[in-house]
Antibody, heavy 122, light 108 residues
Framework: QLQLHESGPGLVKPSETLSLTCSVSGGSISSGGHYWGWLRQPPGKGLEWVGSVDYRGRTYYNPSLKSRVTVSVDTSKTHFSLKLTSVTAADTAVYYC??????????????WGQGLLVTVSS | DIQMTQSPSSLSASVGDRVTITCRASQSISTYLNWYQQKPGKAPKLLIYGASTLQSGVPSRFSGSGSGTHFTLTISSLQPEDFATYYCQQSYSPPPITFGQGTRLDIK
């Protein structure tokens, strides 16, 4: 059974870079042509898509975050990563990683990781 | 960007009730519409994709319909485990992918 798990610091200072990793187990990032995505949810609010990547490194980004976001796949194909630069308090959220669909179904996210709360504060 | 608007924002219902949640898109999205369920403190779960196709393992009491700009999620007979927040999500001409604001379903 495919499982995803987010890891990284739970506290990041304003203006610094948020870096998270999603470890994939029970399956391979490079199989099935799937995309792999990051989404976030500010406390008490709704869901926002951040960006997605496939095993070859092709990416899609949310235009509202594109200038600050990088999503990449590790060459070992066992995890993928998120980097968000110049963070502010508005970037405080639970960050989720998820598997997207294959091909044109890449925006269909299932399953998801359990989520990781990242707080931006000095 | 395509805006997604759900109604109602919150809803109280009883076990056994039939419940319908509506999602409207700011422009036509054909059937590129997904529904997710999120329980408190948990990650979202994909229920329906392509407006009406049930994800594997999702109970048949859930159903989705609609096309263009108007979509509905129906739960035919509410079960205790169905009380959660539901989100619609459009996947027409991404990026970006956008979500509705959510509908919270509470026990009456």
């Amino acid at each position: 059974q495919l499982q995803l798990h987010e890891s990284g610091p739970g506290l990041v200072k304003p203006s610094e870079t948020l870096s998270l990793t999603c470890s994939v187990s029970g399956g391979s990032i490079s199989s099935g042509g799937h995309y792999w995505g990051w989404l976030r949810q500010p406390p008490g609010k709704g869901l926002e898509w951040v960006g997605s990547v496939d095993y070859r490194g092709r990416t899609y980004y949310n235009p509202s975050l594109k200038s600050r976001v990088t999503v990449s796949v590790d060459t070992s194909k066992t995890h993928f990563s998120l980097k968000l630069t110049s963070v502010t308090a508005a970037d405080t959220a639970v960050y989720y990683c998820a598997r997207g669909g294959a091909g044109s179904n890449w925006p269909n996210f299932d399953p998801w990781g359990q989520g990781l709360l990242v707080t931006v504060s000095s | 960007d395509i805006q997604m608007t759900q109604s109602p924002s919150s809803l109280s219902a009883s076990v056994g009730d039939r419940v319908t949640i509506t999602c409207r898109a700011s422009q036509s999205i054909s059937t590129y519409l997904n529904w997710y369920q999120q329980k408190p403190g948990k990650a979202p779960k994909l229920l329906i994709y392509g407006a009406s196709t049930l994800q594997s393992g999702v109970p048949s009491r859930f159903s989705g319909s609609g096309s263009g700009t108007h979509f509905t999620l129906t739960i035919s007979s509410l079960q205790p485990e169905d009380f959660a927040t539901y989100y619609c999500q459009q996947s027409y001409s991404p990026p970006p992918i956008t979500f509705g604001q959510g509908t919270r379903l509470d026990i009456k």
